[in-house]
């Protein structure tokens, strides 16, 4: 089953086109690695998928399950199932993170969730991220980490219980074990009636997680896909070699190397 559909997607932000003709489609029960270089839209549709008021569609369409997401405000999709895990959560100081928690799975619920039940949820999905209860007693990411705060949205997203759930380099920040925990996660809330789209620069996550399929987004579309062979290779040869075997020519946004970047137990390794 089709449970998102991408046709001809085109996005501006400040007059920049930074989406320019995105096609893809993501089934039931898939786990799509989001690849390219920095700049080159990924983070992007992400944000327009879940409706980021800073980006506007110019033209194309969305389906999720069926239904024009374009229609909706943001809080219908996130009712409806959809859940970005964000590459740098905001602060929100003076709301606490039970308050929060409770008012986003009552958004779901026909009944509000009793407070002993949402203790109950909040305590296991604490242990399961190896993060302490008591931080449920603070304002929202406010002094977190960087690595505290990636543990919380991947908290946010068991408790909220998405059927896609999109996570914007969901790893960064973290160290070896954090990247771990995080994986072993994410593997244990896959299923058949859940989605992920995960960007990443680490071709660690990926070699835990295990993709279905590998999207590469360059100039503000798709390239080409794969599957675990393409982030492989882009892990040990960069995407110079998408541009001679595709005849793709690769914006760059500054004279960095064009790589897909690897985490220390991959240096390790190498060496």
């Known amino acids: 089953m089709v449970i998102l559909e991408i046709k001809n997607l085109h996005a501006k932000v400040n007059d920049v ?10 089934n039931s029960g898939e786990v799509v690695a989001l690849l390219g270089p920095n700049g080159h839209g990924k983070s992007t549709l992400l944000s327009v998928i879940m409706g980021h008021p800073n980006y506007t569609v110019t033209a194309g369409e969305i389906y999720y399950k069926g239904e024009d997401v374009l229609s909706m405000s943001v ?19 003076g709301v606490i993170i039970s308050d929060f928690i409770r008012a986003a799975i009552n958004a779901k619920r026909e009944k509000p969730i009793k407070p002993i039940e949402l203790f109950r949820v909040l ?4 242990k399961e991220m190896q993060m ?3 931080l449920a007693n603070r304002s929202l990411n406010e002094g977190f980490s960087g ?10 997203m ?10 914007d380099e969901i790893d960064s920040g973290l160290d070896v074990d954090g990247i ?13 009636k859940r989605s992920f789209l995960v ?16 999207v590469v987004m360059i100039n503000g579309r798709v390239a080409i896909e794969g599957g675990m062979e393409v982030i492989n290779r882009i892990d040990q040869e960069g995407y110079e070699w998408i541009q001679i075997e595709h005849n793709i020519s690769i914006e760059r946004e500054d004279s960095r190397p064009v790589v897909l970047e690897v985490c220390a137990v991959n240096e390790g390794t190498k060496k």
Not at 147 to 156: D, F, P, T, W
């Open 17 to 26: 086109e930074i989406l320019r003709g995105v096609n893809l489609t993501v």
């Open 123 to 126: 305590d296991k999905a604490s």
């Open 132 to 134: 302490p209860l008591d």
């Open 199 to 214: 960007i990443s620069h680490y071709a660690r996550l990926y070699d835990l997680i295990n993709p279905t399929r590998a």
């Open 75 to 93: 809080d219908e999709r996130a009712r409806a199932g959809l859940f970005l895990a964000m590459q740098n959560p905001s602060e929100v100081p």
């Open 147 to 156: 690595g505290e705060k990636k543990r919380h949205e991947i908290m946010q």
């Open 180 to 192: 771990k925990i995080v994986a072993n996660q994410i593997n244990k809330e896959k299923s058949d």
């Open 158 to 167: 068991k408790l909220l219980n998405p059927e896609l759930a999109m996570l």
